[in-house]
């Protein structure tokens, strides 16, 4: 790794942000509001029926709006207790639930010592806004570019382009977009003409691949 770049397009959940944790712990505070056992059989069926919709948005199968109401409906065809009304108190309890992964708070402040930081997220605005907010990422990022606010999701190569508009970046060649999701991180970058970074993870698709912090600290700044 020896290329360096002054602008990073960089993922939030999975690649900074314990995404697992706050799902959980919101998962766990919603389903006992409707007295659903959060055991491990229930939880896991919700992050399968999840799963599978967050890659029908990403290929545009289903809107955003309609995913948020309709897992919860699903998982009320296995558990009585949950059901669409169970949507926006979910989403009031994941806003309020934000955990950086190991190392990574660490690793913003020293990146954005050397260059200038968008993140680029798939989500809902209300729980992306208030994740964000309560982990200080005003410290390390520029700005924020949420896939609802845009009207599209990652990898629509919008978001990319909104978020170098923001950072003031006029030639792509400058930035790279880092994220651990090849289909949804990655491919926007491709679809961007923008140089990208794999996080934790390895693929031939990817410019670079990176297993930790430290790696990615190496393409940064000057």
């Known amino acids: 790794m020896s290329r360096k770049y002054k602008y990073l397009l960089l993922d939030a959940d999975g690649t900074v942000l314990d995404f697992e944790k706050a799902e959980r712990t919101a998962l766990q505070g919603t389903f006992e509001a409707f007295g659903l056992e959060a055991c491990?059989?229930?939880v896991s069926d919700?992050?399968?029926i999840n799963k599978q919709l967050w890659e029908a948005l990403e290929r545009g199968e289903v809107t955003r709006e309609r995913?948020?109401?309709l897992r919860f409906e699903r998982l009320g065809e296995k558990y009585p207790q949950a059901g669409a009304e169970m949507a926006p108190v979910y989403?009031?309890?994941?806003s309020g639930c934000a955990f950086f992964l190991p190392g990574a708070e660490e690793f913003l402040a020293e990146a954005a010592a050397v260059c200038d930081i968008a993140i680029v997220t798939n989500g809902i605005t209300a729980v992306q806004k208030g994740r964000l907010s309560l982990a200080g990422m005003d410290?390390?990022?520029r700005c924020a570019v949420i896939s609802q606010e845009?009207?599209?999701s990652k990898p629509d190569p919008k978001l990319a382009f909104a978020a170098l508009e923001l950072l003031g970046c006029h030639d792509k060649k400058q930035a790279l977009v880092a994220g651990d999701s090849i289909s949804a991180d990655i491919r926007m970058g491709i679809n961007a003409g923008i140089d990208t970074c794999l996080m934790f993870s390895r693929s031939g698709?990817?410019?670079y691949c990176a297993q930790s912090y430290e790696?990615?600290?190496r393409l940064l700044g000057d």
């Open 40 to 42: 491990d059989q229930a």
């Open 46 to 48: 919700y992050h399968s």
């Open 205 to 207: 698709q990817a410019s």
């Open 91 to 94: 989403v009031e309890k994941l």
């Open 215 to 217: 790696e990615l600290l």
């Open 67 to 69: 995913l948020s109401t």
């Open 139 to 141: 410290r390390f990022a």
């Open 150 to 152: 845009m009207g599209t």
